[in-house]
């Protein structure tokens, strides 16, 4: 048994200058709070069907790798966990990523009402910013409804304010297409979900969450595969171009709508 525990990797103490809440102790996260860290970037995934050649979790570490450069660059915020569980649509009958397995979903009212429970947490610990920072484009409405709601209740007590930051998925949508457009892509191949511009951004990232081989077969964006586009000519050099794009204007939009008056 000794020797077995030998075998198994080491664990590394945690870093106490991390941005990530769950990397820290209470009394850290209290301190970061008192010395002006009270920013906090609330990053969504969700867990879905990526076709058959990326994982079911690559909203989850896209929103999380993204979320901490973001938070570098500010200086002044921290990270908490990522909410991995949103809605996906109807589970029973199986409609849209739900008809893949692995995929998970909640109801728009549980959604919401984690959100919400979530801000009023970070609220109470003194954090007087918070952002909602969603990788996934069906439940973008659903961060401004929280939000709204949460800074009408706040109104008479600014100390706190809820920000859905849309212009984080809005430039994977635009901007970042543009871009790929202006490279000689087709949007047919640009794709809507998992194809060549889901799939650079995953590879840019963390090339772990893209099967090379399967990425290889010519059967990858076949009908009902989960692909709409084709990602066969995807790469990290082109996914590189949206992640910067994402980074500099999120980091943009934090720093002017923290610098508004209350």
Not at 102 to 124: D, H, N, V
């Amino acid at each position: 048994m000794l020797a077995a525990l030998c075998l198994l990797p080491s664990v590394q103490a945690a870093d106490p200058q991390s941005t990530q809440i769950e990397e820290l102790t209470w009394t850290e996260v209290r301190d970061r709070v008192a010395a002006g860290s009270t920013t906090l970037l609330l990053p969504i995934g969700g867990t879905e069907q990526n076709g058959p050649h990326m994982v079911l979790g690559k909203h989850n570490v896209r929103v999380r790798l993204l979320a901490t450069e973001i938070a570098r660059r500010l200086g002044n915020a921290l990270v908490a966990p990522v909410v991995a569980y949103v809605p996906e649509g109807s589970i029973h009958p199986a409609a849209g990523h739900m008809r893949f397995a692995g995929t998970i979903s909640i109801s728009e009212a549980t959604f919401e009402a984690l959100l919400e429970s979530s801000a009023r947490s970070f609220k109470q610990h003194g954090f007087r910013e918070i952002v909602l920072l969603g990788d996934h484009g069906g439940y973008q409405r659903n961060m401004e409804h929280v939000a709204a709601k949460l800074n009408r209740e706040w109104a008479k007590d600014p100390a706190c304010r809820v920000h859905a930051l849309l212009d984080y998925y809005r430039v994977t949508q635009n901007a970042y297409v543009a871009s790929l457009r202006g490279r000689g892509f087709s949007d047919q191949e640009i794709g809507s979900h998992a194809g060549l511009a889901d799939t650079s951004l995953a590879l840019a990232l963390d090339k772990s969450l893209v099967r090379s081989d399967v990425l290889a077969s010519p059967s990858v964006a076949a009908r009902n595969s989960g692909v709409e586009g084709d990602p066969r000519r995807s790469s990290a050099e082109l996914g590189q171009a949206g992640v910067q794009q994402i980074i500099q204007i999120s980091v943009a939009a934090i720093q002017a709508f923290t610098h508004q008056p209350r």
